[in-house]
């Protein structure tokens, strides 16, 4: 167990719908990744966020948008959702701004119907 | 833009033989992660290389980074069922808007009795 917990662990939803991806980081990590895995796409950085702040982006689209909040724990918001939204979403965590050592959750299997 | 390859991208062998997965990333980044992911499981962090030169060992897998060469192995002596899994390597990259791991297309393992 990495000490990061994901909710929920399955969705399926409809195209067009708009979900929420929760996320509590390890206990005292202040920085969150969210990274996407597919079959075709492999897996891709998408958003970190440290300690409330955005850090930086990656290959997010301007349909999904992140928060973290004082708790630290994030969410990954994904709307307008499509087919090919289809994918694990893994949140990671780590102490520190720059990615020293990422400690992952389980992922939540997205599915869109 | 940081790119990391890996081959073979499919291994299979048998109990007790060595072998050897090849990482190599495009632009300078000095440090090196190596990851295992089981089948439809979390990603579970195995090495994280620091430096050039860098050998880190764990049970039957060692790890090296080579900067100047952009390349890092994970040597796999007298292998054994239990490895089977999906291992991936990961390059930090750091500026352009985009701080977060670039993880190679994973090499998938297996090792057979």
């Known amino acids: 167990d990495s000490g990061v917990t994901q909710t929920p662990k399955h969705l399926i939803t409809a195209t067009g719908q708009r979900v929420t991806l929760r996320c509590s980081p390890r206990?005292?990590?202040?920085?969150v990744y969210w990274y996407q895995q597919s079959l075709d796409q492999g897996l891709q950085f998408l958003i970190q966020?440290?300690?409330?702040?955005?850090?930086a982006k990656g290959n997010i689209l301007e349909r999904f948008s992140a928060q973290q909040f004082p708790d630290l724990h994030s969410e990954l918001n994904l709307s307008s959702l499509e087919l090919g939204d289809s994918a694990l979403y893994f949140c990671?965590?780590?102490?520190?701004?720059?990615?020293?050592?990422?400690?992952f959750g389980q992922g939540t299997r997205l599915t869109v119907v | 833009e940081l790119k990391v390859e890996q081959n073979p991208l499919f291994l299979s062998m048998q109990e007790g033989k060595n072998y050897t997965i090849y990482c190599n990333y495009s632009t300078t980044s000095d440090r090196l992660y190596w990851y295992r992911q089981d089948p439809g499981k979390s990603l579970e962090s195995l090495f994280v290389?620091?430096?050039?030169?860098a050998v880190k060992q764990e049970g039957r897998l060692m790890a090296s980074l080579d900067t100047k060469a952009r390349l890092s192995t994970l040597h796999i002596t007298a292998a054994v069922h239990d490895l089977s899994a999906t291992y991936f390597c990961a390059a930090f990259s750091s500026g352009g808007g985009a701080d977060g791991l670039t993880f190679g297309k994973g090499t998938h393992l297996i090792i057979q009795p």
């Open positions: 290389l620091l430096s050039n030169g």
């Open positions: 206990s005292g990590d202040l920085s």
């Open positions: 966020y440290y300690n409330g702040e955005e850090r």
């Open positions: 990671a965590s780590s102490i520190g701004q720059q990615s020293s050592e990422a400690f």
